[in-house]
């Protein structure tokens, strides 16, 4: 099985990449974001762009079928632990 990939489709990727994780997130961020105060738009846009590049990299691992396994072990009471870890370890940063 021949594992190349041809010039043109890389141009497409990146096309794909430009306008998903690039100017997607400039639209939403201008349309959506604006009406919400500092701290929280910058956050929201952050996950957005977090959620965008997750989307663009399945689209690439389903589409060239690359055995590319990055969000399998990430489990919902794992992400939680590491959530609550994070806030103690912060609370307790700032309470010195």
């Known amino acids: 099985m021949d594992k190349t990939i041809k010039i043109g489709s890389v141009v497409v990727c990146l ?6 994780c690039g100017l997607l997130p400039v639209i939403i ?21 977090i959620i965008l590049n997750i989307l663009y990299i399945r689209y690439l ?9 990055l969000f399998s072990n990430i489990t919902v009471k794992n992400f939680l632990s590491q959530l609550l870890v994070l806030y103690f ?8």
């Open 15 to 20: 096309i794909i990449y430009i306008v998903v």
């Open 29 to 49: 961020n201008k349309a959506i974001l604006d009406n919400f105060k500092g701290k929280v738009s910058a956050f929201l846009d952050l996950v957005i762009s």
């Open 61 to 69: 691992v389903t589409r060239y079928n690359i055995g590319l396994n």
């Open 89 to 96: 370890s912060l609370f307790f940063l700032i309470s010195f």
